[in-house]
């Protein structure tokens, strides 16, 4: 079965810090990858996905991630970030073979404070 | 623009009481999810669909059925409404294979809180 572990239920950081909320996923089978954002009352928005290909996967809002199958590792990274960043954010794993359905993990808070 | 509508932001019931939550997208998907999302849980999946009349079980089904008459439809039925099932419901949609297009997409939730 595949699950998604994230590592910082909370992460605090000063606008224009850089940030990684870190993912790790288990699978028996090959993936795909994903990191969404939720801001307040709303629904989730993608931010980027990794299906295959280049490991360094760009996304929306100066977001990057990288994909690293040795360490099963999925982290979010953004160089510096703004007071509008704070919001939940969601790492996913699909089956590539399977329905597409979403495994997430339990979530990790971002506070960007000024 | 893509489009995931659920019926209600906000719902209230009571216990014991038969609750439908609307869900419809307008992508023309074969796939579509109903989660439950808790805080420090993340999204469960409760059950998914991936074609009209078709139903599999997600982690928690528990409580919980859906009906999927039309393909842009999908709904979740709570038979009888208890406080445990107080949360975020959310939907979701996606392509059966969508190659470089696979991504599901989101409504904007319903909270619902049985009293």
């Known amino acids: 079965a595949q699950s998604v572990t994230q590592l910082d239920s909370q992460v605090p950081v000063f606008e224009e810090a850089p940030v990684e909320l870190r993912c790790n996923y288990s699978?028996?089978?090959?993936?795909?990858l994903f990191w969404y954002v939720q801001y307040p009352n709303q629904g989730l928005q993608l931010l980027l996905k990794y299906l295959s290909g280049s490991t360094l996967v760009k996304g929306i809002n100066g977001f990057e991630a990288e994909f690293n199958k040795s360490q099963t590792s999925f982290h979010l990274r953004k160089p510096s970030v703004h007071i509008s960043d704070t919001a939940e954010y969601f790492c996913?794993?699909?089956?590539?073979?399977?329905?597409?359905?979403?495994?997430f993990g339990a979530g990790t808070r971002l506070a960007v404070h000024p | 623009d893509v489009k995931v509508t659920q019926s209600s932001r906000y719902l209230v019931k009571r216990t014991g009481e038969k609750v439908f939550l609307e869900c419809v997208q307008d992508m023309d998907h074969e796939n579509m999810f109903w989660y439950r999302q808790d805080p420090g849980l993340g999204l469960r999946l409760i059950y998914f669909s991936y074609d009209v009349k078709m139903k599999e079980k997600g982690d928690i089904p528990e409580g919980y059925s859906v009906s999927r008459e039309k393909k842009e439809r999908f709904s979740l039925i709570l038979e009888s409404a208890s406080t445990n099932q107080t949360s975020m419901y959310l939907c979701?949609?996606?392509?059966?294979?969508?190659?470089?297009?696979?991504?599901?997409?989101f409504g904007q939730g319903t909270r619902l809180t049985v009293v």
């Open positions: 979701a949609s996606s392509l059966w294979r969508g190659g470089k297009d696979t991504e599901a997409f």
């Open positions: 699978s028996s089978v090959s993936v795909y």
């Open positions: 996913a794993v699909s089956d590539s073979g399977g329905y597409n359905k979403l495994i």
